[in-house]
């Protein structure tokens, strides 16, 4: 029975190691847990604040959005995602108070108590996404590439789709690819 005490351990120590973010902390706080920010992204929601931090700690990206300085909606992505779920709910809503379910063919957890959501997506790529409240009414506007388009637009505005003169839809591009 000597191999308890070492996967006592171990479990501490994964626990331990995938360092969070949580839900209302402060941008510095965030940045003293990961240290500087790998990218700056744009917000996926109208009411963040202009500047999206994207850190990297123990193998997981965390994105983290902040409304009037204070993180209001976390994405946690990679692999350790699915395994640190609970400890990842835990940290962030500490009297607990989370009721799981399914919808959509997504787990989906809420702390009624701590006024927090929890949704976990396997595709594209496992992610949890923490969000308060707030954050889950605020009004949605589509995330934008970090990276310019390689084409300029034509002069007037609008880009048109070729030979058609109809305006062109921007694609949807995900803010974490390529980081």
Known sequence: MKSRPILSFV?????VSVGQSRINESREKCIERYGEPLAEIAPSLKAS???????????????VEFREGKAWLITYAGREVSRNIESILARNAEDGGWKKQMFLNSQHWISKKAGLHGVFFRTPGSRLMLMTNESVIAERNPRQSPVPEEEPEPEGGEKTEPDSGTPKKPAKADPLDGL
Request: glycine share 4%; charged share 20%.
């Open 11 to 15: 479990a501490l120590w994964l626990s």
């Open 49 to 63: 604040d202009p500047t999206v931090d994207v850190f990297k700690r123990s193998g997981l990206l965390v994105v």
